[in-house]
Every structure is written in structure tokens, then in C-alpha cells.
């Protein structure tokens, strides 16, 4: 039986990584993938979609373009660590034209695809979650039909990399995740930025993963090679828990959707998201106590095979 997903990004370079260990693993089929602003505006998210899918041989899955800003304030972007273009900015002469993008927006395509396969689709989501909010404001009875969601994003121990207390896909859009955190009741993973940092891989696993003999693995050292310089610099260090490594941010929610057996620990908390602190705006809370008074719980992931995720990784550039 395989699982399906369907995959909302803002496609920077760990999203095509977490794009690609999706299209590696067995039984595994991706309904579709959904795009967003974040990393870089939505026009480039939908061109490295279909970039990722050409190198992988997969452009007959279906790309939707989604929501090109947040639902309030201003757009932000990563390019310091994505580059502008979201990949780095390796030219590539043969990236595939914007008319392969559907014409069907991407908050109906995710309607859509999860009413015809009821109980059946995982949605994981690697960007601000601006199109699952407006998706589950079009149709509330969504969720109920969801297998699960699968986020990155949100943080656990008021870590910032985008703002003092902010993790970037939900402070690009606080509402969004506010939105979905407390609307979507059904099974709710959280690969959060504190927990990605503890479980980041030596970069000597980088190298080796990036020189096997593969369009894929050039394809991937050709657009990684601007993030991997940035990740060394001064800054960069310092947003970093529990020092230097490989860290694939998106791969990880991703590997939790694709083998229910990659995530060894989780725990089971209502979570929510500020949306009007000075410095805590986009934050996500974490409520041990109760304070809340929600009945839904988010599995926020603690800790995973790393030996697997290994595994999945080498396989998506083989």
C-alpha cells in the first residue's frame, strides 16, 4: 500500500532535498507539490519544483502555484542562505518554462487532491504555511479527511534564526501558522528548528553524499554549494544549537512522513503561536501546563534514526 503525500514548499536548497528523498523512497507517491513564498518569491519556488522534478525525472507530477505573500505584514525571504533564486544561484540553461505550472491554484489543488483521496494523504509542509490556512478556511471539514501534516517549522526552546524568538517559516507568516496549529485536528508532527540542530549530520557525510556518480548528487552540490558556504560563516554559527553539522531543516518532517518508523521520540503538547510580541512575534509556545485549554496536541519530534535518515538521504541523489 503506498503512501501518499502531498508536499507544500517554498523550494530552497532543503526542500529540493526533502522533495527528492520523497521521490527516492519506496512505496511512496506525491500527489502533487504546492508552492510558496518564503525562501524566494513564488515564481522561483514553482521554476526549482520543476527543476528538482527534471533532474529527478518526475515532471508528471502536477506543480500549483499558491499564496505569493503572507496573510498580514511583510514578505521576508532567505536569500542570504538560499541565494536570490532559492538555488543558489547556479545557472541552469535547461530549467523547465513556468507554462508546465498548473492553472488550478494551489489552495484548490490541495482541496481537491485530499477530498478524492479521503483518509488517505499526508500533507508536509517545508515553507509558511500560508496555503494550508487558506485551504482550511475554504473548507473547514479538511483536516478530518487528512492522514496527517507534517511541518517544519516552529521552535521549542525560543531559539531564533529569522528573529530573536522566531523560527523563519512561521515568522513569515504568524497568522498562517496560528491558523493552522489551532484549526487542522488531526495528527499534527513537528520537526521543529531547535530539534533539526540537534540531529544534524557531520559534514563528512555532506561530502560523500554529494560525490556519488549522479545527475542528481551534481545537480545538488551545483545548488547546495552557496548554502554550504554560508553555513560556515560567523552568523550563521551563531543561529546554530549545539554546534557545526549538516542540517537538511525540511528532510527531516519529510523522512517523518515518508517511514513511520524514522521518529524514535515524541511528545504530545498543545502548541500555539504569538502573533503580537515585541520580540517573540511568530514564536511558537509550547504549553506543558495546560494553560491553553486546547484538547489538541501537536507530537512535537524529539529524536530520530539517524542511521535511516542517512539511508534516505543517499538514496534521493543515487
Not at 179 to 207: G, M, R
Request: glycine fraction near 6%.
Amino acid at each position: 500500500m503506498s503512501k501518499k503525500l502531498l508536499v507544500d514548499v517554498d523550494c530552497g536548497v532543503d526542500d529540493a532535498q526533502a522533495i527528492m528523498l520523497a521521490l527516492a523512497a519506496p512505496n511512496v507517491e506525491v500527489l502533487g507539490i504546492t508552492c510558496v513564498h518564503g525562501n524566494t518569491s513564488v515564481e522561483n519556488v514553482c521554476k526549482n519544483a520543476l527543476r528538482v522534478l527534471q533532474v529527478c525525472n518526475k515532471l508528471e507530477i502536477p506543480v500549483f502555484k499558491g499564496a505569493a505573500k503572507p496573510i498580514l505584514g511583510k514578505t521576508i525571504d532567505a536569500g542570504h542562505f538560499h541565494g536570490q533564486d532559492g538555488l543558489g544561484d547556479a545557472p541552469d540553461p535547461h530549467a523547465p518554462g513556468l507554462d508546465l505550472i498548473q492553472k488550478e491554484s494551489a489552495v484548490s489543488a490541495i482541496i481537491r487532491i485530499v477530498n478524492e483521496n479521503p483518509g488517505e494523504v499526508s500533507l508536509v509542509a517545508t515553507a509558511p504555511l500560508t496555503n494550508l490556512a487558506l485551504a482550511v478556511r475554504m473548507d473547514p471539514s479538511l483536516p478530518s479527511k487528512l492522514r496527517g501534516v507534517y511541518i517544519m517549522g516552529g521552535n521549542t526552546e525560543s531559539r531564533g534564526n529569522t528573529t530573536v524568538c522566531g523560527e523563519f517559516n512561521f515568522s513569515a507568516d504568524p497568522e498562517a501558522a496560528y491558523i493552522v496549529l489551532n484549526d487542522y485536528q488531526c495528527p499534527i508532527y513537528l520537526a521543529c528548528w531547535e530539534f533539526t540542530c540537534h540531529s544534524k549530520l557531520p559534514w563528512s557525510f555532506c561530502d560523500t553524499w554529494l560525490t556519488q556518480n549522479t545527475d542528481k548528487a551534481r545537480f545538488m552540490a551545483r545548488v547546495f554549494k552557496h548554502s554550504i558556504e554560508a553555513s560556515k560563516t560567523e552568523r550563521l554559527q551563531k543561529e546554530l544549537v549545539a554546534g557545526m553539522g549538516f542540517i537538511s531543516c525540511d528532510s527531516y518532517a519529510m523522512a517523518a512522513a515518508v517511514d513511520d518508523s524514522f521518529v524514535i521520540e515524541k511528545e504530545q503538547q498543545p502548541v500555539s503561536v504569538e502573533l503580537s510580541g515585541a520580540y517573540t512575534r511568530g514564536m511558537m509556545v509550547v504549553d506543558t501546563v495546560g494553560f491553553l485549554n486546547k484538547t489538541q496536541k501537536a507530537f512535537i519530534i524529539k529524536k530520530v534514526d539517524l542511521e535511516k535518515f542517512k539511508q534516505m538521504m543517499m538514496a534521493a541523489l543515487a
